[in-house]
């Protein structure tokens, strides 16, 4: 079974520093791809990043970047130079190769300020 | 490119009215397609999940069905919708590296 925990319900940040987000995860599957998703009040659910389990290299889109361990099954999500429309939620997610089910973590509310 | 059309955005109904909720991918084939739940400020529950055409894996078992008649479509149902049947309702789809998200549909039960 698959179990993705996010241990901070809330933080806030300075505008222009950098945050991270703690994922982490236990699965049986050999191969899986780790997701990072942001969600505003709104409600849309906005693909920030992605990790597979074989990937090398750490994940990096624009100010987002993955910061991957996989011996401690770690996937924390680092966002540099905050800005305002950073507030939202955050949220951690898995999938395995073996059923493809995609679970989420409870997620992570973080708060930029001025 | 690939695209997740979900609708109505908002639905308001009867409690013991029937639902249904469809959710159609473009641009990609043989996706992997979800439907989730969320409560207000809470995370994403996982409802079902479809690898086929007709293949649904059931998440939580309670008053809601769904069903992949095609390739790109995935449809949430029930038969009569209870008060806590409300709740943000989003569809996903999944290939390799990519997950994305619809809309949702906010479904207030009355």
């Known amino acids: 079974a698959q179990k993705i925990t996010q241990t901070q319900p809330g933080m806030f940040v300075q505008e222009k520093e950098a945050v991270t987000l703690d994922c982490t995860y236990d699965t049986s599957d050999q191969s899986y791809g780790l997701f990072w998703y942001k969600q505003p009040s709104s409600g849309e659910m906005i693909f920030l990043i992605y990790?597979?389990?074989?990937?090398?290299q750490n994940a990096t889109e624009g100010r987002y970047s993955l910061n991957f361990q996989k011996a401690r099954k770690s996937a924390n999500l680092v966002i540099s130079a905050s800005q305002l429309g950073d507030s939202a939620m955050y949220f951690c997610a898995m999938r395995g190769r073996r059923d493809y089910k995609l679970s989420f973590g409870a997620g992570t509310t973080v708060t930029v300020r001025a | 490119s690939q695209t997740i059309h979900q609708w109505p955005a908002t639905l308001v109904q009867p409690v013991g009215s029937p639902l249904s909720l469809e959710c159609t991918v473009e641009g990609t084939s043989n996706p992997n397609l979800y439907w989730y739940r969320q409560a207000a400020g809470r995370g994403l529950q996982l409802l079902f999940y479809s690898v086929g055409i007709g293949q649904i894996s059931s998440e939580v078992p309670q008053n809601l069905s769904a069903s992949r008649p095609q390739d790109r479509q995935f449809i949430l149902s029930s038969k009569k919708l209870l008060l806590s049947d409300s709740g943000f309702y989003l569809c996903?789809?999944?290939?390799?590296?990519?997950?994305?998200f619809g809309q949702g549909t906010r479904l207030t039960v009355v």
């Open positions: 990790q597979g389990s074989y990937d090398e």
């Open positions: 996903a789809w999944s290939v390799r590296s990519e997950a994305f």
